[in-house]
């Protein structure tokens, strides 16, 4: 069981997408440009009708994200040694967030990047703005 500490008691995490906040990482480098650039991503209209955009780069983002405090976590960079989101991504898998590469690919295959989702469905929404972003740069 993956918990979190509240009130002096310990609470199983809960993904939850109902605050629709999605933390973007805005930090270089760019692995998927010119297709995808997460800034974007923040003027994308499905994005902002659909969530409430906020600009982190953390572990904390990550974690909040399988704490239920955000809906979800975006970022183009390289997993591998980022003290930003490395840390974050077990809890969330163990706390059942959907957790992804940039494209939807497996972590760790591909150019880089990162989708963390408290659900399925807002990933599927996630991914389908990074697409447009990449169709629309061609």
Same mark, same amino acid.
């Given at each position: 069981?993956? $918990? ?14 109902? $605050?629709?906040?999605?933390? =973007?990482? !805005?930090? /270089? /480098? ?7 650039? #997460? =800034? *974007?991503?923040?003027?994308? @209209? ?6 409430? /955009?906020?600009?982190? $780069?953390?572990? !904390?983002?990550? #974690? ?5 405090? *955000?809906?979800?976590?975006? @970022? ?6 980022? =003290?930003?989101?490395? $840390?974050?991504? +077990?809890? %969330?898998?163990? #706390?059942? %967030?959907? =957790? ?5 690919? /497996? ?10 989702? +408290?659900?399925?469905? @807002?990933?599927?929404?996630? !991914? ?6 990449? +169709?629309?740069?061609?």
């Amino acid at each position: 069981m993956t $918990s979190v500490r509240s009130d002096g008691l310990d609470e199983e995490l809960t993904p939850s997408s109902d $605050s629709r906040l999605v933390d =973007v990482n !805005l930090d /270089p /480098p760019f692995l998927n440009e010119p297709g995808f650039r #997460a =800034v *974007r991503l923040l003027a994308d @209209t499905d994005f902002v009708e659909r969530f409430r /955009p906020r600009v982190v $780069s953390t572990t !904390l983002a990550v #974690a909040w994200v399988a704490a239920g405090r *955000r809906a979800a976590y975006v @970022t183009d960079g390289h997993l591998r040694d980022s =003290v930003h989101f490395a $840390s974050g991504i +077990a809890p %969330c898998q163990a #706390a059942g %967030c959907v =957790v992804t590469g940039i494209h939807g690919q /497996p972590l760790r295959t591909g150019t880089g990047g990162l989708v963390v989702a +408290a659900d399925q469905e @807002t990933h599927t929404a996630l !991914l389908q703005m990074i697409s447009n972003q990449v +169709a629309s740069d061609r």
